[in-house]
């Protein structure tokens, strides 16, 4: 990372880093159940009247959350199904996700991809290794990484990037594993409006709990069904279909 392009790489890292505490500072108190169950008839009130904005925003915050890596990312998707009736809560963080991680994507890309990459196969082997694995199936580890939940949003994203993931495998993959998780933590968030009033200002939400109430919902169930069978196909295709190389390597022989 020499010269110019390296010097403008580091300033975009300092500034995302910059914004993304800034915002943390200032606005995370707004994620508290004290301050949700303050507001919550106001805010309720405000989307109501503003039926064509209120989406609008939301889609923003959660998209620059995202987009900046920064904190708050699970509690806003909670807050859309607190603030938005189903399906509409689904789709509205639907599009926070996708957008939010393309640009996640990009700017792991732009600022850490090149770099890390060469360091790491500089000094590992199996980073190496790693590296060539995912590539053979960057789509398939995609799906399976979102569509479980097991790591973090922003995780996903920057080892995308720093792997070196194809920017359309990762768009179509996020697009169809993104689905399951917007339904579960929206539906949480619903939930969670059910409590909202019952908690107190310093009890914390177990948001596992919330994930497994979501997940009694016959609507989610039938949701995250269907949306199986149809990934199982279609990664049952994909490894059926011969790839580039491979047919490439056919016509030399």
């Known amino acids: 990372m020499a010269g110019g392009g390296g010097a403008l790489r580091a300033f975009a890292g ?17 994620l508290t159940i004290k301050s949700l169950r303050a507001n919550h008839s106001a805010i309720l009130a ?8 209120a989406p609008l925003c939301y889609i923003g915050v959660l998209t620059a959350v995202i987009g900046i890596t920064c904190p708050g990312a699970t509690m806003l998707s909670f807050i859309g199904g607190i603030l938005f009736e189903q399906p509409y809560a689904s789709g509205y963080a639907y599009c926070g996700y996708i957008v939010g991680a393309t640009i996640s994507f990009f700017v792991t890309t732009f600022i850490l991809g090149d770099y890390m990459r060469k360091r790491l196969a500089e000094k590992s082997t199996l980073y190496t290794k790693f590296e060539a694995n995912v590539k053979r199936n960057a789509f398939g580890y995609l799906v399976a ?36 998780g917007s339904v579960i933590y929206t539906t949480a968030g619903g939930a969670l409006a ?54 490439a390597e056919k016509k030399d022989t």
């Not at 609507?219 to 990664?235: D, Q």
């Open 14 to 30: 300092l500034a995302m880093i910059g914004v993304s505490v800034v915002l943390y500072v200032n606005f995370h108190h707004l």
């Open 46 to 53: 405000t989307v109501a009247a503003n039926p064509r904005l």
């Open 145 to 180: 990484a979102r569509y479980t939940m097991v790591f973090p949003f922003f995780f996903v994203n920057a080892a995308a990037a720093l792997v070196g993931v194809h920017w359309k495998t990762f768009i179509a993959a996020t697009t169809i594993s993104c689905i399951p």
């Open 194 to 247: 059910n409590l909202l009033h019952k908690l107190g200002d310093e009890d914390k939400v177990d948001n596992s709990q919330l994930i497994w109430m979501a997940l009694d919902d016959p609507n989610v169930r039938i949701c995250i069904g269907g949306m199986s069978c149809a990934l199982l196909v279609l990664l049952t295709v994909r490894q059926l279909t011969p790839r580039d190389e491979e047919v």
